[in-house]
């Protein structure tokens, strides 16, 4: 299969050719536009589950669907059909067209193919993959799992995979096809030591096929999952308060996506209501802050060939050595404040009008040595693992859960922590970014971002850093 | 209606026929439209119609789900021969089976739940632009200094589901929903804090009229102004009747069946003995009128019956679906809650709050988790510092953090006014000695 097929050659069996788009387009547009767009996708899913020592569930499934989006001005009008014939089709199309009302069409442009970037190469689709193939990687995790320490009671393992097809025709002519693949694997583990009980959990996500699954890489998720619920026996809740914080390598990216990353989504801003609206140019943080939201991270979760309204993807300066630089862009913030489309425009499904939304946010390297950030802490929290956040746009103020993590003492760490939501100001604690490590690393977990009730896969990534001041909800 | 009926049933029969032995075949349409307005015009409008087919098999005690949005006859048909011959790839596991019949059927008629508004196929397009319009007038009248932004949103939907279990259980359900709201952004020195008000329903009616959500909104940003975090400290938490539902979702956690069986549930041993103070009463409703969560059977078909979670802080229920049932060798109650009920008190929370120095009104969240396992939770909260019953001081930054298994022997007193427009259908609930994280 190739990358840079034909965009028809996939959907051509369900019927869609540029003939039929163009006739699609003509009838979103038969009210006048600014511009329209047409998402077709259809998407495969297949997990399997094992618990109780067997592979013993299984889930496949098929979404298939056109979204018609009609925009004039930054007025939207979106509608979406699951049928393919040209009947629904232009049903839908004319609900989208109903925003229109200059009464003036819009012809569209014949759709001609456009070639894309390959920044999720695959060698294996998972189409191609027997389910039968997938058994053994779930049994050895969970034959791992349970050798790796005797403790360990209870095991669930999955793994899941998506070969996603989109084909997106515009007003203007272009047409482009994408294949996104997605894989996501899962071990969890129950362990119990006396009365104590606790579990872990580790997960890992890419844009790729079977080929990602090293030996290496199944036995470190593995590992990891059970040392997180060996520390969580013997963890405590951290005090309560404000109290310097450092971030550990990796997943505490948490934090840029929230304290940063949302509030640099463009549409928050042409609206007026997020907490960067006007600090576009201006210094946001320390010099050694560089933060980026980058599609062009190879096989990343997050990574992105083409955006979902059919503009180029490109690793986007957000902070460059503290100063704000640009938000994230997609079509109708890029027609707003007269630049480029940042190729951030994203939607969960067919079923989702398109908004500007992050893909892979990190922070660049810094200069300092994690062990010299660490040393400079006389008592604080290091923060390891992570759940989930939130942020609140034009307050700024973001809140992100600490899984695990431990008490930093005389610049050691001394006792294993757990369960603690931190909370702060996102314009505030960029400010208070002391110091920047020199050990970036990009996550391999599955995250998951919402934002007006759609999800989309992104990744996130961080050097080691320290933050002044966090309000730490510990119980003691 | 009948045409998911016969979709549902050809699938039933299809699956029969590649060798299941038992099936489950569900196929629902939904319909939903979204207006949201901004600046005197239209921001967006959405209109969706949705349809899909679900189905579990269970062929030689393998067990499998599936879904799918390709209702092609020809697709349908390869997809569950896909289906069937993944299914027979797994390993056993018998408890999979479907519920016994007799446990399957309608808890309460159609027109007892009274879930669809006839009101919902009589509006059109033209009634719900003007309706749009006319929540955006309203709302621009709220006074917020410095306001930014406003916008407001009208939605609605219904959706059909038709069920067919090869046990014999086949049964449809239709409902209706309706939601309007506003949001505002203001201007506060460097921030811009945003407020909100919005409101879901069954019945068109029942909706607030938008001079309420103007008003709300209003009171929201006064109340929003000036926000802070005070010292960390134990302070007694008032929680708004409308935020209980995060307590109570993580307090739902470990009473899962599939959290008993994997062994990582706080509350598992513990039916029959004390989770909370006498005050604390929990009911899991699905057949009340109107509720948003009323249900005629449960995702297993079982029939849809009310029972008690929680009486007088002693733990009666837990959600125990068919397979997680029969792996403890526990009765099934339901996999999933449906409305949850407390029920109110005698006063207002205001006048209970007058008992107190100082506590904290917790009236929204703010990221944040908890821990089935061991139980602790931490969540950043919004609220106010309330004094003898009275605002002094709006809250933000802070955290609340406590442990599932005795948070609620701490609940003292419950407020009279338990919240219409959501499924947790709480009163104002009052804790004492609750740890909050701030300065």
């Not at chain 1, 990343?300 to 060939?305: Q, S, T």
């Not at chain 2, 948070?407 to 609940?411: A, G, H, Q, V």
């Not at chain 2, 219409?420 to 259908?425: E, G, I, M, N």
């Given at each position: 299969m190739s990358q840079h097929r034909s965009p028809t050659d996939w959907f051509g069996p369900f019927g869609i050719d540029a003939e039929l788009a163009e006739k699609v387009l003509a009838a979103a547009a038969e009210n006048g536009a600014d511009d329209a767009d047409l998402y077709f996708e259809h998407a495969t899913t297949t997990s399997i589950g094992l618990s109780d020592r067997a592979v013993n569930r299984a889930h496949l499934s098929i979404d298939l669907g056109m979204g018609v989006r009609v925009v004039v001005g930054d007025q939207v009008g979106y509608a979406y059909t699951e049928d393919f014939d040209l009947e629904s089709l232009l049903r839908a199309a004319r609900v989208a067209a109903q925003i229109a009302h200059r009464g003036q069409k819009v012809v569209p442009v014949r759709a001609t193919s456009r070639k894309i970037s390959d920044f999720y190469p695959t060698q294996r689709h998972w189409a191609d993959v027997d389910l039968v193939d997938r058994l053994p990687l779930v049994r050895n995790w969970e034959e791992w799992t349970f050798a790796e320490d005797p403790r360990v009671q209870k095991v669930q393992v999955s793994l899941a995979d998506t070969d996603k097809h989109v084909l997106i025709v515009r007003l203007d002519g272009t047409m482009v096809a994408d294949y996104r693949p997605m894989t996501r694997a899962m071990v969890g583990c129950t362990m119990i030591d006396g009365t104590q009980r606790e579990t872990g959990h580790q997960n890992l996500a890419s844009r790729v096929g079977l080929e990602y699954y090293t030996e290496e890489r199944q036995r470190r998720m593995v590992k990891e999952a059970v040392q997180r619920a060996s520390q969580a026996l013997i963890s405590e809740s951290p005090p309560a308060g404000e109290m310097p914080v450092v971030l550990a390598a990796g997943s505490s990216g948490i934090l840029l996506h929230e304290a940063i990353g949302h509030g640099m989504e463009a549409d928050f801003n042409r609206k007026g209501i997020s907490i960067y609206a006007d600090k576009l140019g201006k210094r946001i943080a320390p010099a050694d802050v560089t933060v980026v939201d980058d599609?062009?991270?190879?096989?990343?979760?997050?990574?992105?060939?083409?955006?979902d309204e059919a503009s180029p993807t490109e690793k986007t300066t957000l902070v460059e050595n503290g100063i704000l630089k640009t938000y994230l862009h997609d079509r109708i913030s890029a027609r707003h404040y007269g630049v480029d489309s940042t190729g951030s425009g994203r939607r969960e499904s067919f079923r989702h009008p398109v908004l500007p939304r992050m893909r892979a946010t990190y922070m660049e390297p810094g200069p300092h040595p994690p062990e010299d950030i660490l040393k400079s802490v006389k008592n604080g929290l290091y923060c390891e693992t992570f759940a989930n956040g939130q942020v609140?746009?034009?307050?700024g103020d973001f809140a992100f859960y600490v899984r695990q993590g431990w008490l930093i003492e005389d610049g050691r760490l001394t006792k294993p922590v757990k369960d603690v939501n931190l909370i702060g100001n996102g314009p505030q604690v960029l400010e208070s970014i002391e110091m920047v490590g020199n050990d970036l690393v990009i996550d391999e977990g599955g995250w998951t971002c919402g934002k007006d009730g759609q999800s989309v896969p992104v990744s996130q990534g961080m050097p080691t850093v320290k933050v002044a001041k966090l309000s730490v909800g510990g119980r003691r | 209606m009948s045409e998911l009926l016969d979709l549902a049933q050809r699938v039933v029969r299809q699956a029969q026929a590649l060798g299941a032995q038992e099936v489950v075949a569900s196929v629902g349409k939904s319909i939903s439209t979204t207006i949201t307005r901004r600046d005197g015009k239209v921001e967006q409008a959405t209109e969706s119609t949705s349809r899909g087919l679900s189905f579990s098999v269970l062929v030689d005690n393998r067990f499998s789900s599936h879904g799918t949005s390709d209702l092609r006859p020809d697709a349908i048909s390869e997809f569950i021969k896909q289906a069937i011959a993944a299914t027979r790839i797994l390993e056993q596991d018998?408890?999979?089976?479907?519920?016994?019949?007799?446990?399957?059927?309608?808890?309460?008629?159609a027109a007892a739940l009274d879930v669809l508004d006839s009101a919902y196929n009589a509006r059109s397009a033209e009634a719900r632009a003007t309706d749009a319009e006319l929540l955006e007038q309203t709302a621009e009248k709220a006074n917020i200094p410095s306001v930014i932004s406003r916008s407001s949103q009208v939605a609605d939907g219904c959706s059909q589901t038709a069920r067919v279990d090869s046990n014999g259980f086949s049964d449809t359900h239709e409902d209706a929903w309706f939601m309007w709201g506003a949001e505002a952004t203001f201007q506060e020195g460097g921030k811009r804090p945003e407020v909100s008000s919005y409101f879901g329903a069954r019945y068109l009616t029942d909706l607030p009229e938008p001079q309420k959500i103007a008003q709300q909104l209003e009171d929201r940003a006064r109340e929003r102004a000036g926000s802070k975090p005070i010292d960390s400290g134990s302070y007694p938490l008032i929680l708004l009747n409308r935020a209980t539902g995060k307590l109570l979702g993580a307090f739902g956690g470990p009473l899962a069946g599939s959290a008993l069986h994997e062994q990582r549930s706080c509350l598992a041993g513990k039916l029959g003995s004390r989770v909370g103070s006498a005050k604390f009463t929990l009911l899991d409703d699905p057949t009340i009128p109107r509720g948003l969560a009323s249900r005629p059977w449960d995702g297993e078909g079982l029939i849809a019956r009310p029972f008690p979670v929680v009486s007088e802080g002693v733990l009666d229920s837990y959600y125990i679906n068919v397979y997680y049932g029969r792996k403890l060798g526990m009765k099934p109650t339901t996999g999933g809650r449906s409305n949850w009920v407390i029920p109110p008190g005698d006063q207002s929370w205001e006048a209970i709050a007058k008992a107190y120095p100082k506590a904290i009104l917790v009236d929204g969240f703010l990221g944040g988790n908890s821990n089935a396992t061991s139980g602790d939770f931490s969540f950043g909260i919004r609220g106010a510092l309330i004094e003898h019953g009275v605002r002094t001081q709006a809250i933000s930054e802070m955290n609340v953090s406590g442990n599932l298994t005795d948070?609620?022997?701490?609940?003292v007193e419950i407020a009279n006014d338990p919240y219409?427009?959501?499924?947790?259908?709480s009163p104002t609930l009052v804790f004492e000695d609750v740890r909050f994280s701030g300065t």
């Open positions: 599609a062009t991270v190879i096989g990343a979760r997050g990574a992105l060939n083409v955006d609140q746009i034009g307050a | 018998p408890e999979r089976a479907l519920p016994e019949a007799p446990l399957c059927g309608r808890g309460a008629t948070i609620f022997e701490k609940l219409r427009y959501s499924s947790v259908v």
